[in-house]
């Protein structure tokens, strides 16, 4: 597996660790190199971004040999074998550990500034790095962090030798890792762009991740907890409502995803950013969600999503849109063509990403509400489907197709493209960008 550059790496990483998301992780990127990838794990999990900055202890006359690590926070990790077999007296180590503090604290404020560190004690903490050759960096890393109190340690890499893959699952409670080359020889040779990180390049990752609009870009954090009675079901939902929002879109999701699927999430963060509010609802309980028959029933989902706005609008006087994915699209398409012929115009706009509107038949031609569908190249039997639904419709509609992109849309750049494109359907048809 080859990678464009860290970016893209980080990118790939996210979707493997995907199903952490609901375990409200904090993502620590290992300076320099790892934390550009870890931004992009972060930034798709909606999680807080920040560094772990630890400095090994080497044997005084063999600085290679480590007798332990330190960590901010007073976390330190000693091995005592290793001190009694090399020598190292207490005056020594004591030395040693000023020297590398001292160190530790001067990076630490390097890449934070007069930012607090991130708490752990009790989260998940997933310790992100950019590769891994001998593994004694990301080892050091995982007992620090685990001495800073983290509950959970999962350590990330896209990269990795596969002897030091080995040795990391005693250190860390699970590795991630994307590919373990047997012929390894330098994390470099994985990647087409491998030029060194800046501590500048570091200094402004963390800024972003922690500035004035992280919070929409973390619809999870950002977004309040909700509760939408749907017929007498009580359906889960995060409703984020940036001030001045020029419109609120909804989204449907389709089968076995929900309102923590990262894609959807990542498509929320953008409309967020653009001025957009969001609402992430599970359009079924748990329980409904175990028999598969149910995401296929278009006319409940279409339902609960025609509640749901009556109840949104009780909230908010932004014009409304919905956004439908999978078996979502269709009850997105059946939702507003229902609005259209009861004489209500509540729904300014739809869009489609990876949908089967097809399912919304015989309602198609019923939709008033312009209608962007948006379809990966490669996802020919999909793409196929949403032609002849677009055949269907009467309102205005357009059919975009992201180049080289599967049916999840999880090709790097390919998501991007899809926010995008949903953000200016969005835009013009129910108002102007305000951020």
């Known amino acids: 597996m080859l990678f464009t550059d860290r970016a893209d790496a980080g990118q790939r990483l996210a979707v493997a660790l995907r199903h952490l998301e609901a375990d409200d992780p904090v993502v620590l990127g290992l300076p320099r190199g790892g934390v550009p990838v870890a931004y992009e794990v972060a930034r798709t999990l909606g999680a807080p971004l920040d560094v772990v900055v630890v400095r090994k202890l080497g044997v005084p006359y063999h600085r290679e040999l480590g007798f332990g690590a330190i960590g901010e926070g007073g976390a330190r990790v000693i091995s005592d074998d290793i001190v009694r077999r090399s020598g190292v007296g207490p005056d020594e180590a004591a030395a040693v550990e000023r020297t590398e503090k001292a160190e530790l604290d001067r990076r630490a404020r390097r890449f934070r500034g007069d930012r607090p560190r991130l708490a752990l004690r009790g989260r998940t903490a997933v310790v992100v790095d950019d590769g891994i050759a001998t593994g004694a960096t990301a080892a050091a890393a995982c007992e620090v962090v685990r001495a800073q109190g983290a509950a959970r340690v999962v350590l990330a890499v896209p990269v990795a030798a596969p002897d030091a893959v080995a040795r990391l699952s005693g250190q860390a409670d699970d590795v991630v890792c994307l590919s373990v080359p047997a012929m390894f020889r330098a994390v470099g040779e994985w990647y087409e762009n491998f030029t060194q990180t800046s501590d500048e390049e570091v200094v402004a990752l963390l800024a972003r991740a922690a500035g004035p ?74 329980a409904e969600e175990a028999h598969r028959a149910n995401v296929f029933d278009i006319d409940t989902l279409a339902g609960r999503l025609a509640d749901t706005t009556r109840w949104l609008r009780t909230r908010t006087s932004a014009p409304l849109g919905y956004f439908g994915a999978s078996t979502g699209a269709a009850a997105a398409a059946r939702a507003a063509a229902a609005a259209a012929t009861s004489g209500s115009a509540e729904i300014g706009a739809v869009v489609s990403r990876g949908g089967r509107p097809d399912l919304a038949r015989p309602r198609l031609g019923d939709v008033r509400a312009p209608t962007l569908l948006i379809v990966g190249g490669r996802d020919t039997l999909v793409l196929d489907l949403n032609r002849r639904a677009q055949a269907e419709l009467r309102c205005e509609n357009r059919l975009d197709v992201v180049p080289g992109a599967t049916h999840l849309f999880e090709e790097p750049g390919a998501l991007e493209q899809v926010a995008g494109l949903a953000g200016d359907w969005f835009a013009t048809h129910l108002g102007p960008r305000t951020g």
């Open 213 to 286: 609009t992280a919070t929409r870009r973390r619809a999870g954090e950002a977004a309040e907890e909700v509760e939408v009675d749907a017929d007498g079901v009580r359906l889960a939902g995060d409703l984020a409502l940036p001030e001045g929002a020029g419109g609120v879109v909804m989204f449907a999701h389709g089968s076995g995803s929900g309102r923590r699927s990262p894609r959807n999430r990542q498509v929320a963060t953008a409309l967020n950013r653009a001025g957009f509010g969001t609402l992430l609802l599970d359009l079924l309980t748990p």
